[in-house]
């Protein structure tokens, strides 16, 4: 199970930090990332590890601005997001599978993940 918090409603400039915690699997052989969708739109990329190196890789709106982590020892991903803007608005999601995407395409590609968190909401007001 992967288990994401906090979210939370915040003015334009603020920052939160999302975290993802799974439980009932070796958390190290998992490739995650994060995936987000505002109301009426696409889900989109937003940030993973990538392959066995555990290289981070961005989307582009969010370069910069987010940075993703993890902590073995805690079976914890975090998303910290900071100079957040009103377009961040939007469902958060943590995902997970194993083994990890080597291949870019398949990384950003959240059809490609077998596992899903509940999602939190991240509000961005302007």
């Known amino acids: 199970q992967l288990q994401a918090s906090g979210g939370g409603l915040v003015q334009a400039g603020a920052s939160l930090r999302l975290s993802c915690t799974v439980s009932?699997?070796?958390?190290?052989?998992?490739?995650m990332g994060w995936f987000r969708q505002a109301p009426g739109m696409e889900r989109e990329f937003v940030a993973a590890?990538?392959?066995?190196?555990?290289?981070?890789h961005y989307a582009d709106s969010v370069k910069g601005r987010f940075t993703i982590s993890r902590d073995n020892a805690k079976n914890t991903i975090y998303l910290q997001m900071n100079s957040l803007k009103p377009e961040d608005t939007a469902v958060y999601y943590c995902?997970?599978?194993?083994?990890?995407?080597?291949?870019?395409?398949?990384?950003?590609?959240?059809?490609?993940?077998?596992?899903w968190g509940q999602g939190t909401q991240v509000t961005v007001s302007s």
């Open positions: 590890f990538r392959g066995s190196s555990g290289t981070t």
């Open positions: 995902v997970a599978d194993t083994p990890p995407f080597a291949i870019l395409s398949m990384m950003r590609s959240g059809s490609s993940y077998e596992y």
């Open positions: 009932g699997r070796t958390f190290s052989r998992y490739g």
